[in-house]
């Protein structure tokens, strides 16, 4: 049982490119997460998924986008890369809005140049 | 408004002594509070929540942690720290009508002392 797969695990970029982060799971749970994870700051939510075409922005919406047009797939996408967004990033899954708590993937390490 | 703090960024023990990482919280409804835990180069794995049940809440791998309400701590401790206990450890609250509203503390880390 594989989980959640987040794809790809390390990146390195330009600022100004496009990179799209990959995020799958196995377990059809509704409810997908992005966050990202920087020192002095914890995780703060990026975008969530309440179920496929439905999204909502976080705590740090700016300069993301996400889609959600399947239930396994919840790729993140920053559409001109600046440095400010080198970070690490995790997905997470629930299975319904109060079936806490969240399952992580094990996070993909974004550099930008 | 929610908000955790957790006291402590760094704290470091012997092997074999126990573990306390602190935490405090800030809730306007009844909070769901959890620790994490992360190893180098991973996600974040749950070690046990609080869901206004048992006030004296056991997790994985002989962790526990207290909820009290008078002084809005949520410390997690063990007695007895073993070396694979070396890792990140994140606090997080949420209130009960919003799992979109996981607010996480900014960690400590523990370090183990052969």
């Not at chain 1, 600046?82 to 997470?92: G, K, P």
């Not at chain 2, 180098?40 to 049940?53: C, D, E, F, I, M």
């Not at chain 2, 009508?97 to 400590?108: P, Q, R, V």
Request: hydrophobic share 30%; with cysteine.
């Amino acid at each position: 049982d594989a989980g959640i797969t987040q794809s790809p695990r390390y990146k390195i970029t330009e600022t100004g490119r496009q990179v799209t982060l990959m995020c799958h799971q196995t377990w059809s749970h509704s409810y997908m997460f992005w966050y990202r994870q920087d020192l002095g700051h914890g995780l703060r939510l990026i975008y969530y998924s309440a179920a496929a075409d439905i999204t909502d922005k976080g705590e740090v919406p700016d300069g993301y986008v996400v889609s959600r047009s399947k239930t396994e797939n919840f790729p993140l996408t920053l559409e001109s890369a600046t440095r400010s967004q080198t970070s690490v990033y995790f997905c997470a899954t629930t299975r319904t809005a109060l079936d806490q708590p969240q399952h992580f993937g094990d996070g993909t390490r974004l550099s930008i140049l | 408004a929610q908000s955790v703090t957790q006291l402590d960024s760094h704290v470091s023990v012997s092997e074999g002594t126990p573990v306390l990482l602190r935490c405090n919280y800030s809730s306007s409804y009844s909070p769901s509070l959890f620790w994490y835990v992360q190893h180098p180069n991973k996600g974040l794995q749950l070690l046990l929540k609080y869901t206004s049940a048992a006030t004296l809440v056991k997790g994985i791998n002989g962790f526990e942690a207290e909820f009290k309400k008078s002084e809005t701590s949520f410390h997690l401790t063990k007695p007895s720290a073993h070396m694979s206990d070396a890792a990140e450890y994140f606090c997080v609250v949420s209130d009960i009508y919003g799992n979109e509203k996981l607010t996480f503390g900014t960690g400590t880390r523990l370090t183990i002392i052969p």
